[in-house]
């Protein structure tokens, strides 16, 4: 499964950008997609999931100004965004896209390219 992200940037705070990654290759393997980030000098935290289901997971830093959805145009389920409203200075930070996989029983994670995103005051 290959991760393509898009839709960083630059905003000021309050504003808003949208996040998306399209997943190609073996993707009736995902179990899971989501989105995490890495701040400078911070390690790398979870942002938000959405599991095969469509049950989603936040971090309490982002629940109720960030979304994360997920295309099921064609049943196909590929492609998930995250749209970040009410943006804050400590939003700021390289945001990767994930997911998931589940063969034969066991998981597998599997990293998009990170996108940056500036937050600023």
């Known amino acids: 499964v290959q991760l393509q992200a898009s839709g960083g940037g630059l905003v000021r705070a309050g504003g808003s950008l949208r996040l998306s990654c399209a997943a190609s290759?073996?993707?009736?393997?995902?179990?899971?997609m989501g989105w995490y980030r890495r701040a400078p000098g911070n390690q790398r935290e979870l942002v938000a999931t959405?599991?095969?289901?469509?049950?989603?997971?936040?971090?309490e830093s982002v629940q109720g100004r960030f979304t994360i959805s997920r295309d099921d145009a064609n049943n196909a389920k590929n492609t998930v965004h995250l749209q970040m409203n009410y943006l804050k200075p400590q939003d700021t930070a390289v945001y990767y896209c994930?997911?998931?996989?589940?063969?034969?029983?066991?998981?597998?994670?599997?990293w998009g390219q990170g996108t940056l995103v500036t937050v600023s005051s």
């Open positions: 994930n997911a998931v996989l589940l063969i034969l029983g066991h998981t597998y994670d599997t």
């Open positions: 290759g073996s993707i009736s393997a995902i179990d899971s």
């Open positions: 959405i599991s095969s289901g469509g049950g989603t997971k936040y971090a």
